[in-house]
């Protein structure tokens, strides 16, 4: 099959060799594996990161959202049979879907929506994974929950605060504050259903202020978290929650002991990265927002179309990733 893949590590994207195409075979489904022909797929900050900083051990593919066909399934698959057109966002420690063929665990495999093209989907499951994570598991927000607390998102118009904006504003009673810094990326915060859209280029308490803010319960900071962590700390109220996403060089927690403020850490990889006993959750909440998006309650995040799979256009996808001023998520569509 064809794949596209890396094999050395730190290479900038206008290297010949920092993604190029291969020849390999196609892999063939273990117990509980759906082998997915692939339909769409599209680019997260972690297929950059890993790019970047994690030298393979051969050619290694990239890319975890995909929306496909299942060809074939493993002897003790029950969820799904060929034929199924089915979404997920893998598995870290498996080849991605930067392939015209795929494997992915059936438990954090979801069915897709039947309203949206395999593009419009392959948007999501990534960044719903977080999200839902983030909100629900992470800082345990009630469905339906939530009447007269705040939440501030920083970062709201990238790729998971979009669903995030849209899980929180719509399934719980949370005043919802997204940050966003240029016009497009607040109309577009605004559009999914924040209540208040505020700068993160300036100070924030100010600009809290101003809407009738003078602390909030919950922050989810994706992006940048070292850079406006002082601020956060100062921003949340006593006993409020901190849940982030990046990766800060340094993160000092003592300064969170003085209000009792407790910190989250999301990583959507690893309940199938340890094989956590709860894994057939992502395989539920995948299931329960392709009904959300049908019921026409969330709708896609997918922010540009860049075209067919190949190593042009996923260049031009990770350079638009590694700008940092990326609106929702970016799809490429088949080989």
Request: proline residues 5%.
């Amino acid at each position: 099959m064809k794949a596209i893949v890396y094999a050395q590590a730190g290479l900038p994207i206008d290297d010949p060799q920092a993604l190029y195409e291969a020849e390999l075979p196609t892999p063939q489904p273990g117990s509980r594996d759906l082998l997915v022909k692939i339909r769409a797929i599209s680019v997260n900050p972690v297929d950059s990161k890993l790019r970047l900083g994690v030298q393979p051990s051969g050619p290694r593919v990239l890319g975890w959202d995909a929306a496909g066909t299942v060809e074939a399934v493993g002897a003790e698959v029950e969820l799904f049979k060929a034929g199924d057109e089915v979404w997920y966002a893998g598995d870290i420690t498996r080849a991605g879907s930067y392939a015209e063929y795929g494997l992915v665990d059936e438990r954090i495999a979801g069915h897709r929506p039947v309203s949206l093209s395999a593009a419009q989907a392959a948007a999501l499951p990534l960044t719903s994974i977080t999200a839902w994570e983030l909100l629900f598991d992470r800082l345990k927000v009630e469905q339906g929950g939530g009447k007269g607390q705040s939440l501030l998102v920083i970062g709201a118009g990238g790729g998971v605060g979009s669903i995030l904006v849209q899980l929180a504003s719509k399934l719980t009673d949370l005043t919802v504050i997204g940050t966003a810094s240029r016009p497009r990326s607040q109309a577009w915060v605004r559009e999914l259903g924040a209540h208040h859209v505020i700068d993160h280029g300036k100070p924030l308490h100010p600009q809290l202020v101003e809407i009738g803010v003078q602390q909030v319960d919950h922050v989810i900071s994706l992006t940048h978290t070292d850079s406006y962590y002082t601020q956060i700390v100062e921003l949340l109220k006593p006993e409020g929650q901190l849940a982030l996403i990046d990766d800060p060089a340094t993160l000092d927690a003592m300064p969170l002991k003085r209000k009792s403020i407790s910190l989250h850490w999301e990583f959507m990889f690893t309940r199938s990265m340890f094989r956590t006993n709860d894994m057939m959750r992502q395989h539920e909440l995948l299931d329960r927002v392709a009904a959300l998006i049908d019921q026409k309650v969330l709708k896609t995040t997918l922010g540009e179309h860049i075209g067919a799979i190949s190593v042009e256009n996923l260049k031009k996808a990770h350079t638009l990733i590694e700008s940092n001023r990326s609106l929702g998520k970016i799809v490429l569509e088949g080989f």
